[in-house]
């Protein structure tokens, strides 16, 4: 019982872990549209929250250099 319930924990934490990571990647491919959304209010769903807040900011940037 004890090793399932840490494999549950280990699962819950990594699987988070493992999307925002994959959306890094679509990112540095030059995928701005993606999202994280976060499902708690942990270190990662903070970590999330603040990957939307610089992908927003980043697209506002690119549309301030395009109107120059």
Do not use: C
């Not at 769903?45 to 120059?68: K, P, R």
Request: glycine letters at 4%; hydrophobic letters at 50%; zero cysteines.
């Amino acid at each position: 019982m004890v090793i399932l319930m840490t494999v549950l924990l280990a699962n819950s934490i990594t699987r988070p872990l493992q999307k925002i990571t994959a959306l890094m990647k679509d990112v540095q491919n030059g995928d701005l549209t993606v999202r994280f959304h976060a499902r708690y209010s942990d270190e990662v769903g903070i970590l999330g929250t603040n990957f939307n807040q610089m992908l927003d900011h980043i697209h506002a940037l690119l549309h301030q250099v395009a109107e120059a």
